[in-house]
Every structure is written in C-alpha cells, then in structure tokens.
C-alpha cells in the first residue's frame, strides 16, 4: 500500500506542478486553488508512505516522478523543449527511481 501511497503522492506533485504555472504567479483562482489542494495531498500521501518506506527511498522517488511528470507535462501538454539530452536526463532520472525501488524493502 504504501507504494501506492508513493506514487498517488507523485502524480500530485505533477499536478500541483501544472496547476503552479498555470496560475499566472497565483493571480489565476482556480489553477491557485488546484495547486493548494494537489500540494497538501501531495505531501498527505507522502507522510503515510513514509510510515513504511524509508525517507530516502520515499522522497527520492517522490521528487524523481514530479520531475520527470513535470518534464513530460511541459513537453506534452505546454510544448517545452524535447533536446535529446534533456530526454537523456529524464531517462537517467528514471533509471535512478527504478533501481532506488528495486533496492528498497516493501
């Protein structure tokens, strides 16, 4: 359950993420307000994977789907840059969060 807990709390930081820059520097309320609400059950599900995982495993897996969910939001969704070595290192990031799972107990 807790890595359940990992990822619902990963793909709301995506979310939150999106929802950031989509509020225009929070003067936008509804993006204002999804980015609230995403961030506090972010950081919620986070805490109760952390009753099982350890912190290092938890919150670098954490951080590795937000950044990686939020590189390919920005490609997808806002038409950000998609270089070759930008992929690279999404790619590397996503090794890294494979082999930290692999590594991990639970």
């Known amino acids: 359950m807790a890595w359940i807990y ?8 995506v979310v939150w993420a999106f929802a950031m820059k989509q509020s225009a520097g929070f003067t936008r309320l509804w993006p204002t307000a999804i980015m609230a609400v995403s961030m506090a059950g972010s950081v919620g599900f986070l805490a109760l994977a952390m009753r099982t995982l350890p912190l290092g495993t938890a919150y670098t897996i954490w951080t590795g789907i937000g950044a990686v969910g939020a590189f390919l939001v920005g490609i997808a969704v806002l038409g950000e840059q998609a270089s070759a070595s930008r992929i690279l290192a999404a790619g590397l990031i996503g090794s890294g969060l494979v082999l930290m799972k692999l590594s991990s107990p639970g």
């Open 6 to 13: 990992l990822v619902t709390a990963g793909v709301l930081e």
